[in-house]
């Protein structure tokens, strides 16, 4: 009977291990999406000096997940150029770009501007306005729109970094185990940010971790049950606060 139990056991390993392979996705941009990606440039560094884009979010720290997850940029513009109050920022931003890209639009509760060129979830640009802070262990950091209309420092290099060296840490099983939590994430209808999952399956894993995906789902949910949507105080990649989502869906 134990015997048994040990092959079921192998099997679901293997069935985990096989997903993990199909949420990881191809590091190939389409060319559409290249081609959006310089029509974005070409009007940003028109209107606003824009001096270049910095990759963020899911794919810029490799946690992206096939199908799923957009293309996320910092477009970097000199303070001078930007409004003390972001959300007005954003908006004149987003105008500039609707003016080529008629399909970009605002999303509601986060400061991005969405630039799709396809029909999936994965075939959208996000751009968010940002400006250079200065460096922070050898990484950049940038302003970016937050809350209240206030600009708020990130680093995503340094949450890179941290994910990185984690990753490493548990034999590269943690970014597979990270697009595992998003894909039931967006399959669940994305009531949690990417970002705090992220944070959360990192904290998790650390203490955690047994090196068996079936296991550490199972646990994982648990943990999830017993945060309780609590926010992070703060991240490798920001000094506020990570939310889990917004205050109405929290509740």
């Known amino acids: 009977m134990l015997k048994t139990k040990i092959k079921a056991s192998d099997h679901v390993e293997e069935g985990f291990e096989t997903f993990a392979k199909r949420l990881a996705p191809a590091y190939s941009e389409p060319e559409l999406a290249e081609t959006q990606l310089h029509l974005i440039e070409r009007r940003l560094r028109a209107h606003y000096e824009m001096s270049y884009l910095a990759p963020y979010g899911s794919t810029g720290h490799g946690t992206n997940v096939a199908t799923q997850s957009a293309i996320d940029s910092f477009a970097v513009i000199p303070k001078a150029r930007l409004y003390e109050d972001s959300a007005r920022s954003l908006e004149e931003v987003h105008g500039a770009l609707e003016g080529d890209l008629p399909g970009a639009f605002l999303t509601e509760g986060r400061p991005?501007?969405?630039?799709?060129?396809?029909?999936?979830?994965?075939?959208?640009?996000?751009?968010?306005?940002?400006?250079?802070?200065?460096?922070?262990?050898?990484?950049?950091?940038?302003?970016?729109?937050?809350?209240?209309?206030?600009?708020?420092?990130?680093?995503?290099?340094?949450?890179?970094?941290?994910?990185?060296?984690?990753?490493?840490?548990?034999?590269?099983?943690?970014?597979?185990?990270?697009?595992?939590?998003?894909?039931?994430?967006?399959?669940?209808?994305?009531?949690?940010?990417?970002?705090?999952?992220?944070?959360?399956?990192?904290?998790?894993?650390?203490?955690?971790?047994?090196?068996?995906?079936?296991?550490?789902?199972?646990?994982?949910?648990?943990?999830?049950?017993?945060?309780?949507?609590?926010?992070?105080?703060?991240?490798?990649?920001?000094?506020?606060?990570?939310?889990?989502?917004?205050?109405?869906d929290k509740f």
């Open 112 to 248: 991005v501007i969405v630039v799709p060129f396809g029909e999936g979830l994965s075939e959208r640009h996000h751009i968010v306005p940002a400006f250079p802070m200065g460096t922070r262990e050898e990484h950049d950091v940038y302003c970016i729109p937050g809350p209240s209309e206030r600009w708020i420092e990130a680093c995503p290099g340094g949450h890179s970094s941290w994910i990185n060296d984690l990753d490493i840490q548990f034999g590269h099983r943690l970014k597979p185990f990270i697009r595992m939590v998003k894909s039931w994430n967006y399959g669940a209808g994305s009531p949690f940010w990417s970002f705090y999952l992220e944070v959360c399956a990192a904290d998790f894993m650390r203490a955690e971790a047994s090196g068996r995906y079936g296991i550490d789902l199972d646990n994982f949910f648990t943990y999830m049950l017993k945060r309780r949507v609590a926010p992070f105080k703060t991240s490798e990649g920001s000094n506020e606060p990570v939310y889990g989502t917004s205050l109405a």
